[in-house]
Antibody
Framework: EVQLLESGGGLVQPGGSLRLSCAAS????????MGWVRQAPGKGLEWVSS????????YYTDSVRGRFTISRDNSKNTLYLQMNSLSPEDTAVYYC??????????????WGQGTLVTVSS | DIQMTQSPSSLSASVGDRVTITCRAS??????LNWYQQKPGKAPKVLIF???SLQGGVPSRFSGSGSGTDFTLTISSLQPEDFATYYC?????????FGGGTRVEAK
């Protein structure tokens, strides 16, 4: 059974940093691209970033490029999202999701339960 | 960026009704479209990928159609567990954009 378990969310002040983790199990992790999608309170879904199975290729939405870094440790079956220079607009539930292919994330076929990030003073 | 426009933003329906949700892309995305269902407090669940392919385990009352710029999600006979919000997402080119969502409520 595919399982994705996010952690690392919490309350952070504007300008602060957080690192989210997504522990994967039940599949061969490096065979799949992975992605992060967020959802602000009461709002819709927004793709944030994704990474190829090897970790060689990364992609970001414009609003986080230069502030967020996606990475993965295939030896630990774990996906990460390092978030720096956080602003209140980054407040959201962050979901990790498995892609369908190795090369690129084209939507999630399995999702974690999400972790809440709140940016507030 | 490719804009995805869903309609309607909400609808009221009864169990047994046929429900249709549409999604329009601002430019051609061929068949690079996914549909998701999301219930309150839960993660999204993929229903349809590549515009018309049913995800494993999803009931056959869900179907998707379309290509290019116009797409449709149809629920042939609405069931109680189908009251939820539905999102389309294009995966043709980055940034991978979602529609604004369609909330399906009980009439």
């Amino acid at each position: 059974e595919v399982q994705l378990l996010e952690s690392g969310g919490g309350l952070v002040q504007p300008g602060g940093s957080l690192r989210l983790s997504c522990a994967a199990s039940g599949f061969t992790f490096n065979n799949y691209a992975m992605g992060w999608v967020r959802q602000a309170p009461g709002k819709g879904l927004e793709w944030v970033s994704s990474i190829s199975g090897s970790g060689d290729n990364t992609y970001y939405t414009d609003s986080v490029r230069g502030r967020f870094t996606i990475s993965r440790d295939n030896s630990k079956n774990t996906l990460y999202l390092q978030m720096n220079s956080l602003s209140p607009e980054d407040t959201a539930v962050y979901y990790c999701a498995r892609g369908r292919t190795t090369a690129t994330w084209q939507g999630g076929d399995n999702w974690g339960q999400g972790t809440l990030v709140t940016v507030s003073s | 960026d490719i804009q995805m426009t869903q309609s309607p933003s909400s609808l009221s329906a009864s169990v047994g009704d046929r429900v249709t949700i549409t999604c329009r892309a601002s430019q051609s995305i061929r068949s690079s479209l996914n549909w998701y269902q999301q219930k309150p407090g839960k993660a999204p669940k993929v229903l349809i990928f590549a515009a018309s392919s049913l995800q494993g385990g999803v009931p056959s009352r869900f179907s998707g159609s379309g290509s290019g710029t116009d797409f449709t999600l149809t629920i042939s006979s609405l069931q109680p567990e189908d009251f939820a919000t539905y999102y389309c997402q294009q995966c043709h080119s980055a940034p991978l954009t979602f529609g604004g969502g369609t909330r399906v409520e009980a009439k």
